[in-house]
C-alpha cells in the first residue's frame, strides 16, 4: 500500500489518514480479501499507538490507482492490469505443461512396453530405453542429454522435463511415439538412429 500510495504522488503525511478512509472504512473492501493490517513491531518515533502497514491485493491496488485518477494513477492501473494478463499467461502455460507431461508419462510407458515385446531379448536390452532417451534428446536438441541437464541446471534425481517447455515436451513425445512405431515395424537402432538424424539433420549438424 504504502509502494502505491508513493508511487501516486500523494502527500507523506496523510497516509494513515488515506489507508484509514480508503483501506479500512471502504465498503467495498474487506479485510482477508482485499488487503492484510501489518502492525509495524517497535514503537511509533512520532509517539502514540505503533503504525500500521497495509498489504493489498493487485486487483484492490488496481480499484485504489482508478480512484485516484491523473496520470500517474493511469500508469498504475496500466501497471496492474499488465499483472493480471500476465497472470492468466502463466496460468495457462502452467496447464498446458501439465497436460503434457501427464501425457509424457503415458507414451514413455507405451515406448518401454513395444521395447519390451518388440526387441529380442539381450544382455544389451536392459540399455535399449536410456539409449533411445538419448538419441530423440540428441536429435532434437543438436547436444547430449548430459549437456543439455547441465545447460538447465538439473539436479541429480530430478527429470530434465521438469525444466523443459510445453512445446518442447510435445516435441519429445511426438519423436517418442514416431519410434514406437518404427520399432513396432521392425527396425532396429542404427536404422532408427540413421532416420531421426536425417529427419532432424539441421538439429543434429549445430551439434557438430
Known amino acids: 500500500c504504502r509502494n502505491l500510495y508513493e508511487f501516486l504522488g500523494l502527500d507523506d503525511t496523510h497516509?494513515?489518514?488515506?489507508?484509514?478512509?480508503?483501506?479500512?472504512?471502504?465498503?467495498?473492501a474487506a479485510e482477508g480479501d482485499d488487503y492484510k493490517v501489518l502492525a509495524i513491531k517497535g514503537e511509533n518515533p512520532q509517539g502514540g499507538r505503533p503504525g500500521k502497514e497495509y498489504l493489498l491485493t493487485a486487483a484492490f491496488a488496481k480499484k485504489l490507482a482508478m480512484q485516484s485518477g491523473g496520470e500517474r494513477g493511469e500508469q498504475a492501473r496500466a501497471y496492474f492490469i499488465a499483472c493480471e494478463q500476465a497472470l492468466v499467461r502463466i496460468a495457462k502455460e502452467k496447464q498446458q505443461w501439465e497436460i503434457e507431461r501427464a501425457k509424457g508419462?503415458?507414451?514413455?510407458?507405451?515406448?518401454?512396453d513395444t521395447i519390451k515385446m518388440k526387441i529380442a531379448d539381450s544382455p544389451h536390452k536392459k540399455f535399449a530405453y536410456?539409449?533411445?532417451?538419448?538419441l530423440i534428446y540428441k536429435v532434437i536438441f543438436g547436444k547430449p542429454l548430459k549437456e543439455l541437464e547441465a545447460d538447465f541446471g538439473v539436479k541429480p534425481k530430478e527429470s530434465i522435463r521438469d525444466y523443459?517447455?510445453?512445446?518442447?515436451?510435445k516435441e519429445i513425445e511426438s519423436v517418442e511415439m514416431l519410434v514406437s512405431g518404427i520399432i513396432n515395424i521392425g527396425m532396429g537402432?542404427?536404422?532408427?538412429?540413421?532416420?531421426l538424424i536425417q529427419r532432424y539433420?539441421?538439429?543434429m549438424m549445430l551439434a557438430g
Open 201 to 203: 539433420q539441421s538439429n
Open 15 to 28: 497516509f494513515s489518514r488515506w489507508c484509514k478512509v480508503n483501506v479500512e472504512d471502504n465498503p467495498f
Open 164 to 169: 523443459l517447455n510445453a512445446e518442447q515436451l
Open 130 to 134: 536410456p539409449n533411445y532417451t538419448k
Open 105 to 112: 508419462v503415458i507414451i514413455r510407458h507405451i515406448l518401454t
Open 189 to 195: 537402432y542404427d536404422e532408427i538412429k540413421e532416420f
